[in-house]
């Protein structure tokens, strides 16, 4: 399933002129496999030891590129580091305030939300997120 993910990815990227290079791959590859929401840096440590010429910049670039393209989404929560997320559907996220793990939930017709705000507002809506808040089970087992 994850495989299919990063050659779907890769198709678009050839499709878009963009060179395949080893790194951007694996950072894709990365991206698509993990669940976690990784950071720049979770990034960077886990790949520079197949590639020890390769930068954190390298891995800033080229989730920019992504991010810039629409495959991955950039969650930044101000002071803390961005995590980025491959996202090929629409989803929202859950986050432990206890131990900042975050879950994606899908939950669909929340599109509806951007077509009831405009004609609330006026705006033009380009996206939207959502974020929920709570304890997850492992910290809600631990506290009890």
Same mark, same amino acid.
């Given at each position: 399933m994850a495989h299919s993910k990063v050659e779907e #990815?890769?198709?678009?990227?050839?499709? @878009?002129?963009? /060179?395949?290079?080893p790194q951007r791959y694996a950072i894709l590859e990365y991206l698509i496999e993990s669940h976690t929401h990784p950071t720049a840096d979770e990034i960077y440590k886990s790949l520079v030891v197949r590639f020890p010429s390769m930068s954190v910049a390298t891995v800033y670039n080229n989730l920019r590129l992504f991010t810039k393209i629409g495959?991955?989404?950039?969650?930044?929560?101000?002071? #803390?580091?961005s995590r980025f997320d491959? @996202?090929?559907? /629409?989803h929202y996220h859950a986050i432990c305030?206890?131990?900042?793990?975050?879950?994606?939930?899908?939950?669909?017709g929340l599109e509806d939300v951007e077509a009831a705000t405009e004609q609330l507002t006026g705006?033009?809506?380009?996206?939207?997120?959502?974020?929920?808040?709570?304890?997850?089970p492992d910290c809600q087992s631990k506290m009890s």
């Open positions: #990815a890769i198709n678009q990227l050839k499709a @878009s002129d963009i /060179r395949i290079t495959f991955v989404q950039e969650m930044a929560y101000g002071d #803390a580091s491959f @996202s090929s559907q /629409r305030e206890s131990c900042g793990k975050i879950v994606d939930t899908y939950y669909p705006f033009k809506i380009n996206e939207h997120r959502m974020e929920l808040y709570g304890i997850c």
